[in-house]
C-alpha cells in the first residue's frame, strides 16, 4: 500500500469513528436566564418586573405574577448552552406528560373573615404574619403613617393595615397608585389595633399594587348612593357594604336551602329551563324560537321573512323544536315526575315570567325553590314549608350575625327580632274563607276590594300577618278554584281546591303549595274548563295512570326570601343582575 493509499485510510477511519461518535451523542440546552441592564430594586421601589417573584416571599407561598411596571425597562434575557447527553440518556428522557411540572396542591386563600371572623375578633393572630389580597377601601395619608382600609368581601369588616415609610412599596402610596377601588396585596404582621373600631389591625411590611384604579372616574366613593343608581353599576355595586352583605346572606340562604332539603332525604332535581308546557296556565312567558335570525343582523329581519303556513300563521314546524317552545316558569311540573318514582325530590334553578311590571316585588327572571312531596297531603305541605322556612332563617340569624345587624341597623330596624318571631313562634292557619272574613271586619280601607271568590292582595296579605296576627307568619288554605292553577286538587265541596299561602310580614306571600290533583279523571276534566291543550300534558297525564299517589309540593321565589331575611325593599336588590322590562343590561 503506497503511503497515498495509507493516508486515505485513516482517514476513512477516523471519519468512520467520529460518525459514529457523533450518531451516539446530541446536543441538549440548558438555558440560563441572566438579567442584565436592570438594576436590583431597592427596598422602597415596588417589585413590578415582568416577572415572577423568584422564591417566596416569606410571607407569602404562592407565586404572584405581575404585570410589568411602565417605568421600569423591559428585561433582557441571555441564552447559554453548556453542556450535552449521551443517546442513551436521551432515549431514557420520560415522556412530556410525566416530565412536566406538577400542578401544585390547592389551598384555600386565607381571608379577611379568616382573621377577623372568629370570637376573638383576630387576637388570637396576634404576631402572625399574613398576606391579604383585596380592594382599598380608603387609604389616608399622614405624616409617617398610612391607613389602608382593605376589604375582600368575605365580610363586612375591613382589614385596617397601618403601612410606614420604610415599608416595602410604599412608593406607590407617595405616587397614588393605592387609592379607592384598587386591588392590593399586603404582607405584614398582625399586631392589636390603637383605635376602637378594631381589635386587630395589620402592620405592613410590604404592598404590591395588583391594579390601579382612577379615583376620579371610580363611581363608588365614601358618600352614600342611591340603589337607583346602584342598579346602573350592577357590575361594580357588590363592592358596597349593602350588596356585598345582601350578596353573602343570600349565598347562606342557598346553602343552607341544598343543607335542609339533603337532610330530610330529599333529592335535587334540574328541571329544564326550555319547555313546551305552561305550568301556571297564564300565558305570560318568553318565547324560545330560531325563526328569527339569532346573529347581530337578526335586527334588521324583516317580518316577511319569518315562516308561515298557507293560512298566514307562524309556521312552527320549521322552528329549532318543530313547535312553539318557552322559556319556563316553573319546574314543578317536572319534579312531579321524579316525585313519582324517587319519592321527595326539589328543584333550584331559574325561572322566568314575561309579565310587564315594575312594580318592586315582581323580575322577569328569578329563582324558584320547589319541592315535592310524594304520599303527602296538604297538611304534609304546610308542615314542611313551616319546617323550611323557620331552618333557613335560623340558620342566616346564627352564620351571618355580622350582615344582620348591619341590616338591623342601615336597612331595617327590629328585623332580627322580625326573624326571631319566624324562628320561636307557631305560624298561624286559617282558611280563605275566614281571612276574607277577618278583612271584611278590618277597620281600614284597602285600596283593593275584598270579595269571596277575588285573590288577596299584596296589602291584604300584610295586613293579616303584620296587624291582625301581630307579625307572626299566616298560613292561608282552601282557596277558591277559580283562581288557582289546574294542577290544585278539587276539595270535596267543589268549590275550593287543597291550596295554600304562606304570609309574612313585609313582603306577604313567600310561599305557594297544594295538594297536587292525583286523580286523573278530575285532571282531565280542569284541563278542559281552561281550555289548555291536553296533548302538550299527555306525560303529565300519564303520571295518573301508572302508579298515581297523593302528593303535594310548594314554590317559593328566593328573591323574595332575600328581601325577608334582608330588608331590602326593592326585589330588584336581592339578585345580582335584574331582569325587568326594558332592562336586561350585564
Known amino acids: ?87 442513551d440518556a436521551v432515549a431514557c428522557e420520560k415522556p412530556a406528560a410525566e416530565a412536566g411540572k406538577r400542578i401544585r396542591e390547592f389551598r384555600k386563600r386565607l381571608r379577611i373573615v379568616d382573621v377577623k371572623g372568629g370570637p376573638d375578633e383576630g387576637m388570637d393572630r396576634l404576631g402572625q404574619a399574613l398576606a391579604i389580597r383585596g380592594w382599598v377601601r380608603t387609604c389616608r395619608v399622614q405624616s409617617s403613617v398610612t391607613f389602608i382600609e382593605l376589604n375582600d368581601g368575605s365580610c363586612l369588616s375591613n382589614l385596617q393595615c397601618v403601612m410606614n415609610i420604610d415599608a416595602e412599596g410604599y412608593d406607590q402610596v407617595e405616587s397614588g ?102 305550568c301556571e296556565g297564564a300565558g305570560e312567558q318568553f318565547c324560545v324560537t330560531t325563526l328569527i335570525p339569532n346573529t347581530r343582523e337578526g335586527t334588521d329581519c324583516l317580518v316577511n321573512t319569518i315562516p308561515t303556513s298557507k293560512d298566514g300563521k307562524i309556521d312552527w314546524s320549521q322552528d329549532f323544536f318543530g313547535k312553539p317552545a318557552f322559556l319556563t316558569v316553573s319546574g314543578q311540573l317536572n319534579a312531579e315526575t321524579y316525585a313519582s318514582a324517587l319519592c321527595d325530590v326539589y328543584t333550584f334553578g331559574p325561572t322566568f315570567r314575561a309579565e310587564n311590571s315594575n312594580t318592586s316585588r315582581h323580575l322577569a327572571e328569578f329563582w324558584m325553590i320547589e319541592p315535592e312531596l310524594a304520599f303527602a297531603d296538604l297538611n304534609d305541605d304546610m308542615a314542611c314549608a313551616t319546617a323550611y322556612l323557620q331552618y333557613v332563617v335560623k340558620y342566616i340569624l346564627e352564620n351571618c350575625k355580622e350582615d344582620m345587624d348591619f341590616f338591623n341597623t342601615w336597612i331595617e330596624k ?129 303520571l295518573r295512570r301508572f302508579g298515581s299517589v297523593p302528593h303535594a309540593g310548594f314554590g317559593l321565589g328566593f328573591e323574595r326570601l332575600v328581601q325577608f331575611a334582608t330588608g331590602i325593599e326593592n326585589i330588584r336588590d336581592a339578585i345580582p343582575f335584574p331582569r325587568a322590562p326594558g332592562s336586561a343590561d350585564f
Open 1 to 87: 500500500m503506497t503511503g497515498a493509499a495509507a493516508a486515505a485510510n485513516a482517514a476513512a477511519s477516523l471519519a468512520l469513528a467520529s460518525s459514529s461518535l457523533t450518531r451516539h451523542r446530541s446536543a441538549a440546552r440548558l438555558l440560563l436566564l441572566c438579567r442584565t441592564g436592570n438594576p436590583r430594586p431597592t427596598a422602597r421601589q415596588s417589585r413590578t418586573a415582568d416577572t415572577i417573584l423568584r422564591g417566596p416571599s416569606p410571607l407569602f407561598h404562592r407565586p404572584l405574577v405581575l404585570a410589568r411596571s411602565p417605568d421600569l425597562p423591559a428585561p433582557r434575557w441571555r441564552l447559554f448552552c453548556n453542556r450535552t447527553l449521551s443517546a
Open 177 to 278: 397608585a393605592v387609592t379607592t377601588g384598587a386591588s392590593v396585596l399586603v404582607e405584614g404582621i398582625v399586631v392589636s389595633s390603637q383605635g376602637s373600631k378594631q381589635k386587630v389591625e395589620l402592620k405592613v411590611a410590604r404592598l404590591v399594587t395588583i391594579g390601579k384604579s382612577d379615583p376620579l372616574t371610580y363611581p363608588i366613593q365614601k358618600k352614600r348612593a342611591t340603589r337607583e343608581f346602584l342598579r346602573t353599576i350592577a357590575h361594580l355595586r357588590p363592592r358596597t357594604n349593602t350588596f356585598g352583605a345582601v350578596t353573602r346572606v343570600r349565598n347562606t340562604l342557598a346553602y343552607a336551602t341544598h343543607k335542609f332539603f339533603q337532610e330530610n332525604g330529599f333529592v335535587w332535581i334540574s328541571s329544564p329551563i326550555i319547555t313546551a308546557s305552561d
Open 414 to 542: 327590629g328585623i332580627i327580632n322580625r326573624l326571631n318571631d319566624v324562628v320561636e313562634k307557631d305560624f298561624v292557619q286559617l282558611t280563605y274563607s275566614d281571612a276574607v272574613e277577618l278583612l271584611l271586619g278590618a277597620k281600614k280601607k284597602f285600596e283593593f276590594p275584598v270579595k269571596w271568590g277575588l285573590d288577596l292582595q299584596s296589602e291584604h296579605e300584610r295586613y293579616i300577618t303584620e296587624v291582625a296576627f301581630a307579625g307572626r307568619p299566616v298560613i292561608i288554605r282552601d282557596y277558591p278554584k277559580e283562581i288557582k292553577a289546574f294542577y290544585m286538587r278539587q276539595n270535596d265541596d267543589g268549590k275550593t281546591v287543597a291550596a295554600m299561602d304562606l304570609l309574612v310580614p313585609r313582603v306577604g306571600e313567600l310561599i305557594g303549595g297544594s295538594q297536587r290533583e292525583e286523580r286523573l279523571e278530575y285532571l282531565g276534566s280542569r284541563l278542559e274548563e281552561l281550555n289548555l291543550n291536553k296533548d302538550s300534558y299527555w306525560w303529565y297525564l300519564d
